[in-house]
């Protein structure tokens, strides 16, 4: 069992759609949750992360995390062409910064 | 501020060959961590330096090595190529600027053709 799963999708969505992104984890040490966009043939660009539980907002983005079900979530609200990208997410312990990445969710906004 | 860079941004190998890749972090960074990209296998943690030690290792061969400058920048190597070491060749770097923030910014990658 792989300590972060993420399903690779292809996620397809009309634009203006609310979408939903979600990684769920083994490892119970992890601190740090990210979510990171990735173009094609680039590198990945961090969007938001979170320290322990909680959720945050960074404009049309909303991040939560759910310790206690080992569970977290990318919102992407009002959702763009633009944002037609591999969403990665990622998670990392105290101590030094060994972060896992998912296997990355492909999202397609239709115009 | 510049971004993470790195050189060279692509890179043809033939087998058995070997290869170092560079990392120059964000300016103040001094924590440099490596990371392997394949379609199949995704985001792989090679290993992590901060101060020019290493930290964090990942489930990669021996082959697989690095090391870090007293200017925080950093090389990796990978020794006696394989065609399995064709990989885009990603460098992160990261500001330790307090217990709960977290940036780690990615350069453009190196993309590696074994053949």
């Known amino acids: 069992q792989k300590e972060v799963e993420q399903d690779p999708g292809p996620l397809s969505v009309p634009e203006g759609a609310i979408v939903s992104l979600n990684c769920t984890y083994s490892?119970?040490?992890?601190?740090?949750f990210m979510w990171y966009r990735q173009y094609s043939r680039k590198g990945p660009e961090l969007l938001m992360y979170?320290?322990?539980?909680g959720n945050k907002e960074d404009g049309r983005f909303t991040a939560q995390v759910d310790k206690s079900s080992k569970y977290i979530s990318l919102f992407i609200r009002d959702s763009q062409p633009s944002d037609s990208a591999t969403y990665l997410c990622a998670m990392s312990g105290t101590g030094g910064f060994k972060t896992i990445f998912g296997a990355g969710t492909r999202l397609f906004v239709k115009a | 501020k510049a971004g993470v860079t790195q050189t060279p941004r692509y890179l043809i190998k033939t087998r058995g060959q070997q290869v170092t890749l560079s990392c120059s972090p964000i300016s103040g960074h001094r924590s440099v961590s490596w990371y392997q990209q394949t379609p199949g296998q995704g985001l792989q943690f090679l290993f992590e330096?901060?101060?020019?030690?290493?930290?964090n290792k990942g489930n990669f061969p021996g082959r697989f090595s690095g090391r870090q400058f007293s200017n925080s920048r950093s090389e990796m190597n990978v020794s006696t190529l394989e065609l399995g070491d064709s990989a885009l060749y990603l460098c992160?770097?990261?500001?330790?600027?307090?217990?709960?923030?977290?940036?780690?910014?990615f350069g453009p990658g190196t993309r590696l053709t074994v053949t």
């Open positions: 979170t320290y322990s539980s």
């Open positions: 330096y901060f101060s020019e030690t290493q930290r």
């Open positions: 490892n119970s040490a992890f601190q740090y």
């Open positions: 992160a770097s990261m500001s330790l600027a307090g217990g709960t923030t977290y940036e780690q910014y």
